[in-house]
């Protein structure tokens, strides 16, 4: 084998070698774009819009008056029982 056919080998060699690492350095460049689109993509989907914070806002505000509600003693006034009479078949005041 002669040196110029060596030297020409591994000149192409090289040559080849430089474009598989540049098709590869494309590809990765690529890839981590679509990354970063998908990343964004899911940070805009777990943001909540600012109608649903509003909304959730309001449920919260109804679920602490609703615990309030339920924390506090019902003692009910004597107005407020009723006995049914059943000749009128409806309830009347107790007092």
Known sequence: MSPE???FRITRNAE???ETVSALSHRLVRMEQRLGALEM???RRQSPEPAELEALAHVEVLLRDCRLLLEEPVVPQASEFREFDPQRESFSNAA
Do not use: E, H, P
């Open 5 to 7: 056919s060596v030297s």
């Open 16 to 18: 080849d070698l430089a």
């Open 41 to 43: 993509a899911m940070d």
